[in-house]
């Protein structure tokens, strides 16, 4: 099946600094790809929506500066976590949907996620 | 009222043993409807979509009731393989986006 990777896999941080994770698609071209974040015991929360190529789109009481998304390519999509803090601890996830694919029973495809602990 | 609700459980149950999962959806517009398998700290996996006519792989079986904004899972025979949180998934192709109920946590005992 298709391979979404994700780096890094974990990363420890200090308060006030930034973080960035990469989400690439490796066997198939994905002009949407998502970002999530999960809180343990908690369900996926999707973050915003990263179309290729155009502004990333913003879910409701997620700040578009703190949490910087970049799609050049059809096959990466990165995170930047700004100025992170103790609080922005978590799970974050990424998925990606086949170009190919993409329709009303399409799927998507998650990375392995990327846990971050901010100190 | 959340967009996507199950029972979280936790199902424990013996092994062999069959067990069902529900899982309500409020957008009525919605229109593809999948279950994911989450194991602890992993990242989600598609388990199955589930389509209108129902459908069956092996112990698993799905069935999604639009009337009633209703999807199920049923797992038969349980193995101690199937412990795992159970997430149901629902598309809005016109949004381009997926919501995620919390999920439904099953442990199944030798």
């Known amino acids: 099946g298709a391979v979404v990777s994700q780096h890094p896999s974990r990363v420890i941080c200090k308060s006030g600094t930034s973080v960035k994770i990469e989400c690439r698609s490796l066997?198939?071209?994905?002009?949407?790809m998502f970002w999530y974040r999960q809180f343990p015991k908690k369900s996926l929360m999707l973050m915003a929506t990263?179309?290729?190529?155009?502004?990333?789109?913003?879910e409701q009481g997620v700040e578009k500066d703190k949490f910087l998304i970049n799609h050049a390519s059809l096959t990466l999509s990165t995170l930047t976590v700004t100025s992170a803090h103790p609080e922005d601890s978590s799970f974050y996830i990424c998925?990606?949907?086949?170009?190919?694919?993409?329709?009303?029973?399409?799927?998507?495809?998650f990375g392995p996620g990327t846990r971050l602990t901010v100190l | 009222r959340k967009e996507v609700e199950q029972d979280p459980g936790p199902f424990n149950v013996p092994e062999g043993a069959t067990v069902a999962f529900n899982c309500t959806y409020s957008?009525?517009?919605?229109?593809?409807f999948f279950w994911y398998r989450q194991d602890c700290r992993k990242e989600p996996k598609l388990l199955m979509s589930?389509?209108?006519s129902g459908n069956e792989d092996g112990r698993f079986t799905a069935q999604l009731n639009r009337a009633s904004q209703y999807i199920s899972l049923l797992i038969r025979d349980s193995k101690l393989s199937d412990s795992a949180t159970y997430l149901c998934?629902?598309?809005?192709?016109?949004?381009?986006?997926?919501?995620f109920g919390d999920g439904t946590t099953l442990t199944v005992k030798p």
């Open positions: 066997d198939f071209q994905a002009t949407t």
């Open positions: 589930v389509y209108s």
């Open positions: 998925s990606a949907r086949d170009r190919l694919t993409s329709g009303a029973t399409d799927t998507q495809y």
């Open positions: 957008n009525s517009a919605s229109q593809s």
């Open positions: 990263s179309n290729e190529g155009s502004k990333a789109t913003y």
């Open positions: 998934v629902v598309n809005h192709p016109n949004a381009g986006k997926s919501t």
